[in-house]
């Protein structure tokens, strides 16, 4: 686990691409996963850039990343297919939420998506609202989540 550099930005979108087509694809359907999986490079490298953000390495190659904005806010964390159930998303959340601790939140929040879902509830993270969200011409269904922090 290491601090995102802006070197990482192009890995970081490739990361989250084949996370959304391949992973997210069981929940989502084909239009949806078009509109989802894209990225303007200069914006993602700003927004990267913009808050605290940590790459998960596997045999020296970044295997996932997760962001957390200074309100508690996890906007994103994305682990490629082929290193998923290795504990790499774990460890991302982890150090998430010791990074949230150091900083006095007390609540960390994000909105997961179908995939995700199980994955934060098993983690101690409890659904809120059920949401339906219009993107980019499509209509996603996610899920607004919590954790209370010691």
């Given amino acids: 686990m290491r601090p995102y550099t802006a070197s990482d930005s192009e890995e970081t979108a490739r990361i989250f691409l084949e996370a959304v087509r391949e992973t997210a694809s069981r929940d989502y359907s084909r239009s949806q996963i078009e509109a989802w999986a894209r990225v303007d490079p200069a914006a993602w490298a700003l927004k990267r850039l913009g808050r605290p953000t940590w790459v998960a390495e596997v ?5 996932g990343f997760a962001d957390l904005e200074l309100n508690g806010h996890l906007d994103m964390m994305f682990v490629l297919p082929r290193f998923q159930r290795q504990g790499v998303a774990t460890a991302l959340l982890n150090r998430i939420l010791q990074a949230a601790l150091e900083k006095g939140v007390t609540r960390v929040f ?7 879902r199980p994955f934060f509830e098993r983690r101690g993270f409890a659904v809120i609202a059920e949401q339906t969200v219009p993107s ?4 996603f269904t996610n899920y607004r989540m919590e954790k209370r922090l010691a």
């Avoid at 994000?110 to 995700?116: D, F, Q």
């Fill in 59 to 63: 045999g020296g190659e970044p295997a």
């Fill in 110 to 116: 994000t909105e997961a998506s179908i995939t995700a």
């Fill in 136 to 139: 980019r011409g499509e209509v």
